[in-house]
């Protein structure tokens, strides 16, 4: 029961994981963008054209979710007395890539 409720916990943060760069609005500056995607966990890397500061540039697309996740072991006591783990995989690291047209 309790490797049924972690694999159901793990697999409702991955979900979330997911949903993120879905949800970061393209009317919103490249500041704003990328400091809400750091904020939430993601490592971002930057790709862009032109030369503009990064205030006037443009987002034009957040692509590349990356989860690195390690496996770590968590032990308990069983209800006979004996010494059970679970192997639970934890987030190590997110990448994202945002992409910016800074020609303006």
Known sequence: ???????LAVSGAVLAIMATPAAVA??????VTIGELQAD????????????PL???TVTSVRNP????????????????K?????????????????LDCTH
């Open 83 to 99: 010494k059970n783990f679970d192997l639970v995989p934890i987030v190590v690291r997110r990448t994202i890539t945002v992409s």
């Open 66 to 81: 990356q989860t690195e996740t390690r496996l770590v072991r968590v032990e308990n006591i069983g209800k006979n007395g």
């Open 26 to 31: 393209s009317a919103e500056s490249a500041v």
């Open 1 to 7: 029961m309790r490797t049924t409720s972690v694999a």
């Open 55 to 57: 205030e006037q540039c």
């Open 41 to 52: 966990g993601f490592d971002v890397t930057i790709d862009r054209i032109g030369s503009a």
